[in-house]
């Protein structure tokens, strides 16, 4: 079963934060997420597994509230390179299988 | 470093008609994986493999066949193509998954855009 990620999109002037949200009805075991520009192949940026603490890359981390079966992506001090599509992927009952939300379009404009 | 290989890029079908879409990884990683996206929507994933011998079905398998004879190779096969096929399809492979998660990110191909009229 797919997750589900909001908001669906988000506008942002350089420098300011936001969060994604990735939502289970299932127990999860772990969380990817990944970035996709437009026409391009999803690009990993992190992985988090349940008991796993909080994860950076650079100035984009990420939680992962096992009671909740929820993961949130936090942006911070956005940065231009940042706009595209954020996917989470959920994997539940160790079974190798990732589930992709139906992603959030992140746009940063000058 | 070649990672990840799919052909061809772009593949314009006739309904009914058949084909091959090939994948090929030179990261000797075990696990492979075949998705699709439509416009403006998620990945879905259509089927995956563990190692070689050994393909299972993911959330949308019907229309499509997958084999593994190799660690390199996972093609996805099209035996006759409808226009709800039209879509992006994405191969992916991973070191490991499961307990070992942490270093299994997936590793994506470039696309094959197919349109089925």
């Known amino acids: 079963q797919q997750p589900v990620q909001s908001p669906q999109a988000v506008i942002l002037r350089e420098g300011e934060d936001a969060v994604i949200n990735c939502s289970s009805s299932?127990?999860?075991?772990?969380v990817h997420w990944y970035r996709q520009k437009h026409g391009e192949a999803p690009v990993f940026l992190m992985i988090?597994?349940?008991?796993?603490e909080q994860k950076g890359h650079d100035k984009i981390s990420a939680s992962f509230n096992e009671k909740k079966q929820q993961s949130s992506l936090y942006l911070t001090a956005s940065q231009l390179s940042y706009s595209g599509t954020y996917f989470c992927g959920t994997e539940t009952n160790n079974d190798y299988k990732l589930s992709f939300g139906a992603g959030t379009t992140v746009t940063v404009r000058a | 470093n070649a990672g990840v290989t799919q052909t061809p890029k772009f593949r314009i079908l006739k309904i009914g008609q058949s084909m091959t879409l090939q994948c090929t990884q030179d990261m000797n990683h075990n696990y492979m994986y075949w998705y699709r996206q439509d416009p403006g929507m998620g990945l879905k994933l259509i089927y995956y493999s563990v190692g070689a011998g050994i393909t299972d079905k993911g959330e949308v398998p019907n229309g499509y066949n997958v084999s593994r004879s190799t660690t390199e190779d996972f093609p996805l096969r099209l035996e006759l193509a409808a226009p709800s096929q039209t879509s992006v399809y994405f191969c992916?492979?991973?070191?490991?998954?499961?307990?070992?998660?942490?270093?299994?990110?997936?590793?994506f191909g470039n696309g094959t855009r197919l349109t089925v009229t």
């Open positions: 988090l597994l349940k008991g796993g």
């Open positions: 992916a492979s991973s070191y490991s998954g499961g307990v070992d998660s942490y270093n299994s990110p997936l590793h």
């Open positions: 299932k127990a999860l075991y772990s």
